[in-house]
Nanobody
Framework: QVQVVESGGGLVQPGGSLRLSCVAS????????MGWYRQAPGKQRELVAA???????NYADSAKGRFTISRDNAKNTVYLQMNTLKPEDTAVYYC?????????WGQGTQVTVSS
């Protein structure tokens, strides 16, 4: 089992920025596929952005051009830089780690975009 811990959420005004961080345990972090998901009240959890072990990325249409996912394998950390935030980005953001039978989630971090 991989321990996954998110941080960096908070309250931000529309148009603002936040950077989320996710630390995952384990000596094989560099081999993990990592993803950021979000779940708004009354909605299903959805993929926001993902990054493979070799650094390939993919984004939800809603995130393209505004969000950037990156990883620092030396720190066992994946980041989600979110710019030009909108009220519809308000959600709990979850980090996910995948590697063979590993499919572990963090507890989530709340992001609220409001004036």
């Amino acid at each position: 089992q991989v321990q996954v811990v998110e941080s960096g959420g908070g309250l931000v005004q529309p148009g603002g920025s936040l950077r989320l961080s996710c630390v995952a345990s384990g000596s094989r972090f560099s081999a993990y596929a990592m993803g950021w998901y979000r779940q708004a009240p009354g909605k299903q959890r959805e993929l926001v952005a993902a990054i493979t072990s070799v650094g390939s990325t993919n984004y939800a249409d809603s995130a393209k051009g505004r969000f950037t996912i990156s990883r620092d394998n030396a720190k066992n950390t994946v980041y989600l830089q979110m710019n030009t935030l909108k009220p519809e980005d308000t959600a709990v953001y979850y980090c996910n780690a995948k590697y063979y039978l590993i499919d572990d989630w963090g507890q989530g971090t709340q992001v609220t975009v409001s004036s």
